[in-house]
């Protein structure tokens, strides 16, 4: 019978859990918190009644039911690097998208949803000076507080409790991280009773993460405290503005930042959300958005319908595929990296059996020495 100390052992202390909070939300006893960013038991032995609970709750542990659970979701459609999709589009909604990340697409198909009774509320991430944290929003109000991108690991999923059972709701729209989404996926096909509270999802395109304190520091390390920051802006180069002024630099100085469960992250286009969105592909100001499911397509083609939002066909669906198929490969490659790491092997020799430079072996192992 395995148990939190599995779960401790297979995915908490090899530095690969993605933090999105199931095992919490599932424990009966509230035992397991979030402590230093990961999920903990406090106590080591005390209430914890030894059930499988938490073990039975993580995604992580089952990678390989997810290409079933996939079919389940989106049926038997021409499967891409992007993952199966009905169309792509670049899309931006009006004065609302200034105060959002790109083309405000998430922020008001939310505030659309709420308005036209589809969803009775949203689980999304707002921030405690760009910290984030995960909330349940029932308003407008509380839906365009949660805009922009913050850059942390928040277990969005823990608050599914709060959502279902505090605030009573039962069609929730959950807005998440590829990992997030593809955690609450196979919580759905578990048929844990809170996850049928889940009526969509919005899943965000993500090439990587960076811890929060790592951040606080780098950017204090340019002369910013994190409080001036008015937007970070990741895409080739790490960007930030602040009070007018933008700054940026290569994002091989945040590398360091990139969590170990990041480097193994092999979904870009987070392939099992009813709506994917990100940046990538489209001019500033737009969102791209990939419609997957017959849920998704229903809830966006009304929005379009709606007349608050501009679309068009997305140009150049190879530039993300293209992006893709390199998280894909690189998350590969860096597991192998850590396996014979593990196994004793020292950086040039890695470099020389994967056949890449040394300086790329060092960056993937600062993750690995950070676990
Ligand atoms: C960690 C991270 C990495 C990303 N990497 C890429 C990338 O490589 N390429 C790309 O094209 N797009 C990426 N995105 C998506 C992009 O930054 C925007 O979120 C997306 O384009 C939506 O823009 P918008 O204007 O429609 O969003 P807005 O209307 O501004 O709404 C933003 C939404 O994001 C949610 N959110 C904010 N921070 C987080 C978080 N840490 N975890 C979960 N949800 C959060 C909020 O709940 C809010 O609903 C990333 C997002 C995150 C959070
Ligand atoms: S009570 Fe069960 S679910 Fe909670 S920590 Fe203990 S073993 Fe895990
Ligand atoms: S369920 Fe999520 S938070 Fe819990 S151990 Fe697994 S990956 Fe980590
Ligand atoms: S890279 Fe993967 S694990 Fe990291 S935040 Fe993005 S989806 Fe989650």
Not at 109 to 122: P, Q
Not at 211 to 239: P, T
Not at 351 to 365: D, F, M, Y
Request: proline fraction near 3%; glycine fraction near 12%; charged fraction near 25%.
């Amino acid at each position: 019978m395995s148990g939190y100390e599995d779960l401790e052992a297979k995915i908490i202390d090899t530095g690969i859990c993605t933090s999105c909070g199931a095992c919490i939300l599932a424990c009966p006893t509230f035992h397991i918190k979030f402590i230093e960013g990961k999920p903990q038991r406090p106590k080591r032995a005390l209430d914890c009644v030894r059930c499988t609970t938490c073990y039975d709750a993580c995604y992580m542990l089952r990678e390989g039911l997810m290409g079933d659970i996939e079919r389940g979701i989106l049926g038997w459609g021409e499967k891409q690097s992007i993952g199966i999709y009905r169309r792509a589009l670049a899309a931006r909604t009006g004065e609302q998208n200034r105060a959002c990340q790109d083309g405000g697409i998430v922020t008001s198909l939310l505030t659309y949803a709420l308005s036209e009774n589809l969803i009775d509320g949203a689980l999304v991430v707002g921030s405690n000076g760009w910290m984030p944290l995960a909330y349940t929003a029932k308003t407008k109000g509380e839906i365009v507080a949660s805009a922009m991108t913050k850059y942390g690991t928040v277990p969005l999923l823990k608050e599914l409790r709060s959502a279902a059972v505090d605030h009573g709701l039962s069609r929730i729209c959950v807005v998440g991280s590829p990992c997030h989404i593809r955690s609450l996926r196979y919580l759905q096909h578990r048929n844990l009773p809170l996850a049928s509270a889940v009526r969509f999802t919005v899943g965000l395109l993500c090439r990587e993460n960076y811890d929060y304190h790592c951040i606080v520091e780098k950017v204090g390390g340019k002369g910013l405290d994190i409080g001036e920051i008015d937007k970070f802006n990741v895409s080739e180069e790490f960007g930030i503005s602040a009070g007018g002024r933008k700054l940026s630099f290569p994002i091989t100085e945040v590398k360091g930042c990139v969590p170990k469960h990041c480097l193994v992250c092999e979904d870009f286009a987070c392939e099992l959300a009813d709506v994917s969105v990100g940046s990538d592909g489209s001019p500033e100001g737009w969102s791209t958005v990939i419609v997957r499911t017959e849920e998704g397509e229903g809830i966006f083609s009304g929005f379009e319908g709606n007349k608050i939002v501009e679309t068009e066909a997305l140009q150049d669906v190879d530039y993300l595929r293209g992006i893709a198929d390199r998280k894909r490969e690189k998350g590969k490659q860096t597991r192998e990296i850590f396996r014979l790491r593990g196994e004793g092997l020292e950086a040039k020799e890695l470099a020389v059996e994967l056949g890449i430079t040394e300086e790329r072996v060092a960056h993937r192992l600062e993750g690995w020495q950070a676990a």
